[in-house]
C-alpha cells in the first residue's frame, strides 16, 4: 500500500505519524512524507519578505521530516520524504493523485462543534476535496495500545463497499478487530410525536413490516462486508442499529472504544457537499480518528 503522510512539524502531525506506526507495514508498503511551504500569510510573492520568508520555511523543511520520519523508525515500509509548494491542500491532493496514492494520512487540530465545521482548516478541506481515502487521526489515538478496533459503518452502498475493500487492504496490525455497522433509519421518524399515538394502531403492522424487510437488508449488507473482511481481521463483528445515522455512528464507536470510524463518501464536493453529509458530521465530531473512503462511481452522497 502507499500511503501519504502530510505534515507540518506540529504534534498533530506527529501524533498521526505515531499513530501510523501502530500500523502492520511490511517491506512492500511504501509511506511517503509529505511537507508543504506554503507562502501564506503573506499574498504578494513580489513582497521584500516573501523570498526571506520561503527561504526560512525551505531551510526549516528537513527538520520537520526528519522529526515525522522519526515517528516512523519502526515500521517495515520504505520511507521517503517530499516537499513541495502551495496552497497545503491543494499541494497534497495533488502529490497523492501524482504518485497514486492509496491513502492519505493527517492529523485533526480538534475539529469541534458546528462552527468549527466551516472553518479552514487544512485538514478538513483536504478531506472533504480529495478523491483519494483520508485518514484523520484524533488526539486519543496517538499513544493508544492493544488490538486496533474499526467501526465500519456501511449501508451496502457502492461507496461504503469500496470502503470495506480498502480496509481489508490497509496494513493494519495483525490483532486488529473490525466491528460492521448497520443503521437502519425509523420509518415513523417524520411523524411529530404528538401525533403518533393517533396512527399507531393504523401503522403498527407497517412499521413491523418495514422493519423485518430492513432486517434482512442488514444481513444481506453484513454477509457482503464480512465476505471481504474475514480473513483479514482477528475478529469480525456485526452490530445494527436503528435510528440518526451519525448518532448511532458515533455511539458505537464510543461503546467498543473504536481507534477509527470508516464510512464512505461519494466525495465531498464544496460547500454544497458538506450539507447533510453524514462523513461530515461524523468527522467533525468524533472523539477517535476517521477515515474517509472515496470512490468516482455514483453521485448519490453519503
Not at 7 to 17: E, H, I, P, R
Not at 125 to 146: F, H
Not at 215 to 243: C, P, Q, T, W
Amino acid at each position: 500500500m502507499k500511503i501519504l503522510l502530510a505534515t507540518d512539524g506540529s504534534d498533530f502531525s506527529l501524533g498521526a505519524a505515531h499513530f501510523l506506526s501502530r500500523f502492520g507495514c511490511s517491506s512492500d508498503d511504501k509511506i511517503t512524507v509529505l511537507y508543504v511551504i506554503s507562502g501564506a500569510p503573506l499574498s504578494d510573492e513580489d513582497g521584500p519578505h516573501y523570498a526571506d520568508l520561503m527561504q526560512i520555511k525551505k531551510g526549516i523543511a528537513p527538520k520537520i521530516l526528519d522529526a515525522t520520519v522519526a515517528e516512523l523508525k519502526d515500521l517495515k515500509a520504505k520511507i521517503s520524504t517530499v516537499v513541495a509548494t502551495g496552497h497545503p491542500d491543494k499541494a497534497i491532493i495533488d502529490a497523492a493523485l501524482l504518485v497514486r496514492m492509496d491513502m492519505i494520512v493527517m492529523g485533526a487540530r480538534g475539529i469541534k462543534g458546528v462552527k468549527s465545521l466551516f472553518l479552514g482548516s487544512v485538514t478538513r478541506a483536504t478531506a472533504i476535496n480529495s478523491p483519494v481515502p483520508v485518514l484523520v487521526t484524533r488526539t486519543p489515538q496517538w499513544k493508544a495500545s492493544g488490538p486496533m478496533k474499526i467501526l465500519y459503518a456501511t449501508d451496502g452502498s457502492e461507496f461504503a463497499l469500496e470502503t470495506g475493500r480498502l480496509l481489508a487492504r490497509i496494513p493494519f496490525p495483525a490483532d486488529s478487530e473490525v466491528t460492521i455497522l448497520y443503521v437502519s433509519g425509523s420509518s415513523l421518524a417524520d411523524i411529530a410525536e404528538q401525533f403518533y399515538l393517533e396512527v399507531a394502531g393504523r401503522v403498527k403492522d407497517i412499521a413491523a413490516m418495514i422493519t423485518k424487510m430492513e432486517y434482512r437488508n442488514a444481513e444481506h449488507i453484513m454477509h457482503d462486508a464480512r465476505s471481504f473482511l474475514e480473513g483479514k481481521f482477528a475478529k469480525v463483528s456485526n452490530l445494527v442499529e436503528n435510528g440518526d445515522p451519525t448518532e448511532m455512528i458515533l455511539n458505537a464507536a464510543d461503546s467498543i472504544g473504536a481507534d477509527i470510524i470508516a464510512l464512505g463518501s461519494s466525495g465531498m464536493r464544496g460547500l454544497k457537499g458538506m450539507l447533510g453529509s453524514v462523513s461530515r458530521r461524523v468527522l467533525g465530531h468524533a472523539a477517535c480518528s476517521v477515515l474517509i473512503g472515496k470512490t468516482t462511481g455514483g453521485t448519490k452522497e453519503r
